[in-house]
């Protein structure tokens, strides 16, 4: 898969090889005094704001109750700190420094600076100063988001007015993220593969969108990505449903449960289904070694008994199919009502660059054949 790991920006990496560095350093340096990484923070806490309440450090520290309890107990057990409860308040406990800890205060500060200061050392004194500032905004707005919803779903593209996504109606399309297929020639390598610098939507922000915009829309596009893979999808379309709004859902058909759930909760009013190959190639086609096909076929089968608008998507390339695979994709999809043929054309997106598209003269060349099973095939 030609894509470049090593130039692209991977904020959530750089965290993680730093915080286990730290961490690695950290016990080494803490193992002759008995402490480890996870207790340091909070005995600076305490020693630099005696008689700081458990809450308070938890709230300080970004810490559940449950980790600030247990590593309090240790930092107790170990005699490095003494709990009390409050004069103003008998149920709030007071933690204070021990003569234990405050001297091995020194000791501690000194293998802090030290750390501080070797991975500082290439680092300009202004960036360091900005980067300071900027690490402690995000922490902010790390705590801050902790506390939000987080499972409500997010998109992570936004398509305002689309007057080609359903028929006859005005859509306003919105992307999940994340995808279980690897399809080579995906023009959406932005969706399946995720930066952490990708702008998103949260669902509050879509649903304001399509409630300011009632008198000019009809529909809502969920597209992806995969967006079945995401069952935070479901509070999302029941609020979307109750504004009085039109449904259309695409999906590659491998989550047969959850859209069996959507359809009979009808949730969902349109489901465009994107077929990969014949069976015998789809693993190939999807970019993966082994694949069973099993939720594939009950999901082709669902929209062909339901009563339920659907149609099927197949996007030719000519790598992976051949003419005859598209005739014989068209029989195994019968008694289906509706194809559609798109065109494919590379992007700056996709997945793996190289591939070839059929063109609009070679597809109707095969139309014919394919309409002796699907009565309706479209070209797109």
């Known amino acids: 898969m030609n894509r470049d790991f090593q130039n692209s920006s991977d904020l959530l990496l750089d965290i993680s090889i730093l915080y286990r560095s730290t961490q690695k350093y950290y016990d080494q340096m803490l193992q002759s005094i008995s402490l480890t990484y996870a207790q340091l923070p909070i005995l600076i806490l305490i020693y630099e704001n005696e008689g700081i309440s458990q809450q308070q450090i938890a709230q300080d520290g970004g810490y559940d109750k449950g980790t600030i309890t247990k590593q309090v107990q240790k930092l107790e057990e170990m005699g490095y700190i003494r709990v009390q409860p409050s004069k103003k308040d008998k149920r709030a406990k007071e933690l204070y420094t021990t003569s234990q800890a405050r001297a091995i205060m020194s000791k501690v500060y000194a293998i802090r600076t030290s750390w501080w200061r070797h991975i500082s050392s290439s680092i300009p004194k202004e960036d360091m100063a900005a980067f300071s500032g900027f690490y402690k905004n995000m922490a902010a707005s790390a705590k801050e988001f902790a506390k939000a919803d987080l499972n409500a779903i997010s998109f992570f593209e936004h398509q305002k007015l689309s007057f080609q996504s359903v028929p006859g109606k005005v859509s306003t399309i ?35 969108y399509v409630k300011s915009r009632k008198d000019m829309l009809d529909s809502i596009t969920i597209t992806g990505g995969e967006p079945l893979m995401h069952t935070e999808l479901d509070p999302f379309l029941k609020k979307v449903k109750q504004m009085g709004f039109f449904i259309n859902l695409m999906t590659n058909g491998s989550y047969f449960e959850h859209l069996k759930s959507l359809v009979e909760q009808k949730l969902v009013d349109r489901v465009v289904m994107y077929i990969k190959n014949v069976p015998e190639k789809y693993g190939e086609t999807i970019g993966l070694k082994t694949y069973e096909i099993h939720e594939v076929v009950k999901s082709i089968h669902l929209l062909n008994t339901e009563k339920i608008e659907s149609v099927f998507v197949i996007t030719p390339v000519h790598e992976f199919h051949t003419p005859e695979d598209l005739v014989a994709m068209a029989k195994w999809l019968k008694p289906a009502s ?42 797109r």
């Not at 297929?181 to 879509?206: A, G, T, W």
């Not at 054309?345 to 060349?365: C, D, F, M, P, S």
Request: glycine content about 6%; proline content about 3%; hydrophobic content about 30%.
């Open 338 to 379: 509706s194809l559609e043929l798109h065109i494919f054309e590379e992007k700056e997106t996709v997945i793996q660059k190289g591939y070839h598209g059929y063109t609009r003269e070679e597809l109707n060349k095969i139309k014919k054949e394919l309409e002796v099973y699907i009565p309706n095939v479209k070209i």
């Open 174 to 208: 919105v992307a999940t993220g994340g995808c279980n297929y690897r399809c080579p020639f995906c023009n959406e390598s932005h969706l399946v593969f995720l930066k952490e610098d990708s702008i998103s939507y949260s669902q509050e922000e879509i649903l304001q």
